[in-house]
């Protein structure tokens, strides 16, 4: 009777050992993680390329019949009338 009080069932014998292996779960947060980080500093550093080797975009012309309309919204008359 004595030694059946001293054996432990499997399930519980495994919490005593150290773990073997890593959590699945912690495995694939931290592929995720470090993916995420990878893809986020790269945007960084292509946009710190990009900002010092491209040149500034121009400004698109303004039409002379906009122009023509903002001055008359003005009251400035265009030239030319």
Known sequence: MADDFNKVPPSFDR???DSKGFNPALIVLLVVA?????FLVGNYVL???AQKTLPPR?????SKKKMKKERLKQGIS???E
Do not use: C, E, F, T
């Open 34 to 38: 470090g993916l995420l980080l990878v």
């Open 78 to 80: 265009a030239p030319g």
């Open 47 to 49: 946009y710190s390329y």
């Open 15 to 17: 919490m005593d050992s």
């Open 58 to 62: 121009k400004k698109k012309p303004i």
